[in-house]
């Protein structure tokens, strides 16, 4: 049975895998969720952090880097280090709340397309198809546009546009591993369909799902702060990274510091998953790249 | 007479046509009964429908026609709850247990989940239940906690086994059992299948290609070939008085034990026979009886409860009689 043997050669995979490989995955991972815990932390202590009330102006408009002010002020004052502290919050947010709920959708939806398959699969794949098509910021342009620069509309949009691409990577792997032998004896010994779909299909395809979700939350960051950018974002004056850019960019050769403080903030973020993405990869072995 | 415990009629399985290519008959007008507490050995080639047989008739693959009763109920097309209320009674053991186990689940809960589906113990026994499997089985009680890649072919095969005793069936499908074991695993698992048998009273399919085994714990045999069963009878029967020549020609595979007459066996190999279908033809059979006229299957009783089969019969290769 060949659905059997690629059973057998998944688990035996890991421990067959070159030591130094395993030990540089490990590595990637640990810096990762290190790098993660700083983020959360920024994310859930941000106010109290922040040694400024980041939406405070003061007279002491685009001063250069000082003790008091570590990045300097912005164009009307206020301090830069402060509002970096702060608006992670704000774009941190909108990031893993849209990114669980197309986790969710795209669980649910690839589950159900691979596990049932025939018109069920035909049709679940050819909606995902038709949102995949969608260039991300036309999208998020039109519904902010016609609903409003909200957080939620926000939030909405980028979930519906990363859906497409989780439940795809959910759905191969439950292609296979429906057909393995362990999921007919669960069948023969008279366990319901949902159960067999959630408690003996579902968990065998999580680790590539792991790691397209990390990814995901690479490129949402990216969405993100490029929307608030161009200010489809969460309205000011509270502020986040996209916006932080925007407004200090006409002042860029005066006030360096205002634009390289955000660049840094959002590279920092978004390469925190691509590492965990890369760590992930290798440690739980998936050949699919 | 009343009915015995399982019941197989015409039972067909058609793999629908693909890409230009013919509909697959895997299986075509399989008849034959278990008893309680029989035992019938499957034999055959490999692709002569064996497997999909076995999963015709515990319906994990829907048969295209056909009857099976199981305990006098008829399951063919029966609805989806009270067909998982049935499987109760009919279990299946896989061929290679390495696949057929869960990969993150515990013993313990592999085998719990048959008990609570059919919540054929309370809750609270779950753990005792699960326990005495494993005595029944053979193997340690204490050693539940642990996963299926920590144990050896030979004991996922015993958890296998609990697993499908777990809800005190009545006919169990062995597929292949010990094909993906060693020889000497082999024998503690066959010798395990039939004390079961002896304790509780289990019917078994037992599919397997090794004659040796068959011959070993079947009680009645039967053979396929192309999908069809060309024999069947009591495995004495079978195996002393093979009526059609695939019989004959399978049985003549086996190695002999001495090296020195099997080489010169090896040395004049026999002539492979053509076994080529005979069904819907019109005309007499070898047996000299025409079925397509007489409207009658075609079956010869050779012996009382050994018969064969007219199809599949080499043209050159005359009825024994």
Known sequence: MRGSMRGCRMTEAASLQAPRRRTTAQVLVTIGLAMMAVLVVVALFGPAIAPYNPTKT???????????????????????????IVGGRATLLITFVAVAISLAAGLILGLASGYMGGAVDLAIMRVLDVVFAFPVFLLAIAVVAALGPTLGNLILTIAVVYTPTLARVVRGPVLSVKRWDHVEAARSVGIGEFTIAVRHVLPLVISPVLVQTSLTLANTIFTV???????????????????????????????????????????????????????LRDLLDVTAR | MSEPLLRVRDLCVTFPARRGRPPV????????????????????????????????????????????????????????????AMRRHMQLVQQNPYSSLHPRMTVARILAEPLAVHRSVPPRQIAERVAELMTLVGMDPSVVHRYPHEFSGGQRQRIVIARALAVNPDFVVCDEPVSALDVRTQAQIVELLQR???????????????????????????????????ELGDAAQVYQTPAHPYTRNLLDAVPLPDPARQRDR?????????????????????????HAATDTPAWHEVSPGHGVSCCFWPPENPARR
């Open chain 2, 25 to 84: 008959r895997a299986v075509e007008h399989l008849s034959f009964d278990i008893a309680a507490g029989q035992t019938l050995g499957l034999v055959g080639e490999s692709g002569s429908g064996k497997t999909t047989a076995g999963r015709a008739i515990l319906q994990l693959q829907p048969p295209s026609s056909g009857s099976v009763r199981l305990l006098g109920s008829e399951i063919v097309g029966m609805r989806s709850a009270p067909l998982r």
């Open chain 2, 266 to 290: 090896l040395a004049q190999p026999a002539e492979e026979p053509d076994f080529r279908g005979h069904a819907g033809r019109v005309g007499p059979c070898v047996f000299g009886k025409d």
């Open chain 2, 196 to 230: 079961l048998q002896e304790r509780l009273r289990l019917s078994y399919l037992f599919i397997a290609h090794d004659l040796a085994i068959v011959r070993a714990v079947a009680h009645r045999v039967a053979v396929m070939y192309g999908g069809r069963i060309v």
């Open chain 1, 225 to 279: 702060t490029a929307l608030s950018f161009l200010g489809l974002g969460p309205p000011p004056p509270d502020p986040n990274w996209g916006s932080m850019l925007a407004e200090a960019r006409q002042f860029m050769e005066l006030a360096p510091l205002t634009v390289i403080g955000p660049s840094l903030a959002i590279v920092f973020a978004s390469l925190t998953f691509i590492v965990l993405a890369n760590g």
């Open chain 1, 58 to 84: 003061s007279p002491a408009s685009l001063d250069g880097p000082t003790m008091a002010h570590w990045l300097g002020t912005d164009s009307i004052g206020r301090d830069v280090l402060s509002r970096l």
